[in-house]
Structures are given as structure tokens and as C-alpha cells.
């Protein structure tokens, strides 16, 4: 598994979310995105080298059943085509997301990412448009499980 060698003091974890995946990532607050982006695809790359699993369609479709998800999402070649979102609100990540542009040099810090923070992150597709797909489960979907 993928891991940095020191982890310090001042690094934050954050939780990148793409469908019903969840990546914790400890990460140093001074690095740029670029920098963030390597490491998660790296990440990413280890644990799903068939792509990121998509989320389970319908809630009737029982786990082991291959058909009750889609296709994977393949990962990209290149960690430039990663993009960024923080939820619209910080209380209910439910309502949707906001796009976070970012440069070369922009940091974590200067972008408003705290310690714990939720960041969504998707790939760019070939005309560069991305969307962001986050499942939360809800109690319905815990309670159909287990019927």
C-alpha cells in the first residue's frame, strides 16, 4: 500500500470521495494540488486497478450479483485529470458541489481545506467536463440490505 514515509504534526487528513468510495489521505496543508493529486491516483491506482467501483444501482440488487453495478470508472493516465469540489454545504454535503479551480501552485491551505474535510474529486473527460458523484447511504438503503 501506498504511504508516506513521515507523517507530521501539521498534516491534515482528508477524505476524497468519488461514488460510495471514501480515500483518507494524510496530507502536508503547504502542498500543491498537483502534489495531492500524484499521491491519490497513486493511491488509487494500488487499490482499484480495474477502476473505481460505481455505486450499486438499484437497491433491490443484492451485493454479490455482478450485474447490480455498472461499469467501473476507469482512472486516468495523468493526475492533471483529476478536479476537486467542496460541498455546497458544510452541514448537508447532500446539496451538491462546488467546483474548486485550481493552479499548479495552489495549496490545500490556500484553497480552504481543513483538518477532516470532505473533497470530492472526479475526472475530466476528453472536452475537460467533470462530474461530481457522491453516494451517501441513506437508512432506506441499510434497511434494504438486510431485508
Known sequence: MVQ???VTDVDITIRFKHGACTVFLFVDPMS??????SELLEVLQER???GIPSTPTPASAQPDDDDAKGPATALPDD????????????TDPTQGWKPLKVGS???VVSKGVKNGAMVAFAFKDEEGEVDFEVHF????????EEM
Open 105 to 107: 501552485s495552489d495549496t
Open 137 to 144: 447511504p441513506t437508512y432506506d438503503d441499510e434497511v434494504e
Open 48 to 50: 482499484y486497478p480495474e
Open 32 to 37: 500543491t494540488f498537483a502534489d495531492v493529486s
Open 79 to 90: 493526475a492533471s485529470q483529476i478536479a476537486y469540489a467542496l460541498p455546497k454545504s458544510a
Open 4 to 6: 508516506r514515509d513521515n
